[in-house]
């Protein structure tokens, strides 16, 4: 019995082993394109969607930016994959801790960072300062563009964390109004869990949402810096 609405977050353990390894695992043993003399209708909608996502992603960016279109389309697949997984009953979703999403966040912008420094010192640095600004206000402008700058990776990793959190909650919080109801008003139960069926549509597309916004995202502060 959970003592704390939280205590969902919390991975479970088997024989010593923490079981958010298996969930990190689980999606990379989905069925892939393997080559095969045709395609079904699964795969063939499959490789449309990937098709039309990189197009999209890809198109503002320069021919540098598209040797970034294998990892953000794995990336966004294997959130997608993630945050879909974890609204199963009995299962865990690892995109629920905000460890594991700044563990992504980090890297890629930083790596975002250091091809901008490499590629085009003059112009990467040029961003912490607009241009035509005051010579007074020369020196906050730069700290305030700093600081901006070292929250993104925490704005990724928050708002990734933040919305399947608040998701997971309320699925618990009505999930749990519609088991105490259905014994004293079945009606008004009813009615809760229509409610509940809709939030849980509503996560679908959140799980999917903010797995393409993360990625958007990176691709976004890639193209500041290529």
């Known amino acids: 019995m959970m003592i704390s609405l939280f205590d969902q977050f919390a991975s479970s353990k088997f024989m010593g082993i923490s079981l958010i390894f298996i969930a990190l695992l689980v999606p990379l043993?989905?069925?892939?394109?393997?080559?095969?003399?045709?395609?079904?209708?699964?795969?063939?909608?499959?490789?449309?969607?990937?098709?039309?996502?990189?197009?999209?992603?890809?198109?503002?960016?320069?021919?540098?930016?598209?040797?970034?279109?294998?990892?953000?389309?794995?990336?966004?697949?294997?959130?997608?994959?993630?945050?879909?997984?974890?609204?199963?009953?009995?299962?865990?979703?690892?995109?629920?801790?905000?460890?594991?999403?700044?563990?992504?966040?980090?890297?890629?912008?930083?790596?975002?960072?250091?091809?901008?420094?490499?590629?085009?010192?003059?112009?990467?640095?040029?961003?912490?300062?607009?241009?035509?600004?005051?010579?007074?206000?020369?020196?906050?402008?730069?700290?305030?563009?700093?600081?901006?700058?070292?929250i993104r990776p925490l704005a990724l990793g928050v708002r990734l964390t933040a919305n399947l959190t608040a998701g997971h909650l309320l699925i618990q919080l009505i999930s749990t109004a519609v088991f105490v109801l259905a014994s004293m008003m079945p009606t008004v139960a009813f009615l809760t869990a229509t409610v509940l069926v809709l939030l849980t549509l509503l996560e679908v597309a959140v799980a999917m949402i903010q797995a393409y916004v993360f990625v958007l995202l990176l691709s976004l502060y890639l193209q500041e810096n290529i």
């Open 29 to 150: 043993f989905f069925p892939n394109s393997l080559p095969r003399w045709t395609n079904n209708r699964f795969f063939t909608t499959q490789s449309w969607l990937i098709n039309r996502f990189v197009s999209q992603l890809l198109m503002p960016l320069n021919m540098g930016g598209h040797k970034w279109a294998l990892l953000f389309t794995a990336l966004t697949l294997y959130l997608i994959s993630i945050n879909l997984l974890g609204l199963l009953p009995y299962t865990f979703t690892p995109t629920t801790q905000l460890s594991m999403n700044m563990g992504f966040a980090v890297p890629l912008w930083l790596a975002t960072v250091i091809i901008g420094m490499l590629n085009q010192p003059t112009s990467s640095l040029g961003h912490l300062l607009p241009e035509g600004t005051p010579t007074p206000l020369i020196p906050v402008l730069v700290i305030i563009e700093t600081i901006s700058l070292f």
